[in-house]
């Protein structure tokens, strides 16, 4: 059965901390990695991974895939009380296949 | 573009009765999606229709029906609403390998 685990599954920083988000993931016919940013409404999209060592970024945030070890790090440098929020990850096992996501990282930024 | 629209924002039911979940996109997405998301357990996959006509099982579908109407429009049947299906309903669309795209969310209560 396919699976996703995110890790921590919550965390406190102040602003200006650098933050590090997992997520490591058990699937067949792996085609895609995305991670989402969701706060209080519907989950907007971050980045899309498929090749391993590549990093993605925007702005303040970026994320690399490793797929021999299965997992992925989402980093959010120079925190700002706008960062928080719950990081999702999810995990296209086909091409045009459902998503299989993980739980979440509920992300809380304080002033 | 509107996106994806779903249809209500919130929704009351009592034990029993019925509802149904509209949703639609203008994107011209071959693929639809009907997710619930509960605290702590991320988003899980109800129903999805890959294309116009077909629709299949995702990983919580007991209690709900779907019809893939158009193109456009993917609805979600609660035939016999129970509290365990008060939730947040959340549509999303894709097309091939690219990112979903998720509607505004309906926010359902069952007394």
């Known amino acids: 059965e396919d699976k996703v685990v995110q890790s921590p599954l919550s965390l406190v920083v102040h602003e200006g901390d650098t933050v590090t988000l997992n997520c490591s993931y058990e699937v067949t016919n792996f085609r895609s990695l995305l991670w989402y940013k969701q706060e209080k409404k519907a989950p907007t999209f971050l980045f899309m991974l498929?090749?391993?060592?590549i990093e993605k970024k925007s702005g303040r945030l970026s994320s690399i895939l490793d797929k021999k070890e299965l997992f992925s790090i989402l980093n959010i440098t120079a925190t700002q009380t706008g960062d928080s929020a719950i990081y999702l990850c999810?995990?296209?096992?086909?091409?045009?296949?459902?998503?299989?996501f993980g739980a979440g990282t509920q992300v809380v930024v304080t002033p | 573009n509107a996106g994806v629209t779903q249809t209500p924002k919130f929704q009351v039911l009592k034990t029993g009765q019925s509802m149904t979940l509209q949703c639609a996109q203008d994107m011209n997405h071959n693929s639809m999606y009907w997710y619930r998301q509960d605290p702590g357990m991320g988003l899980r996959l109800i129903y999805y229709s890959a294309s116009e006509g077909t629709t299949d099982k995702g990983e919580v579908p007991n209690g709900y029906n779907v019809s893939r109407l158009n193109k456009r429009e993917f609805s979600l049947r609660l035939e016999s609403a129970a509290p365990s299906q008060t939730s947040v309903y959340f549509c999303a669309s894709r097309v091939a390998d690219y990112e979903q795209y998720f509607g505004p969310g309906t926010r359902l209560t069952v007394t």
């Open positions: 999810a995990v296209s096992p086909l091409v045009w296949g459902k998503l299989q």
């Open positions: 498929t090749s391993s060592g």
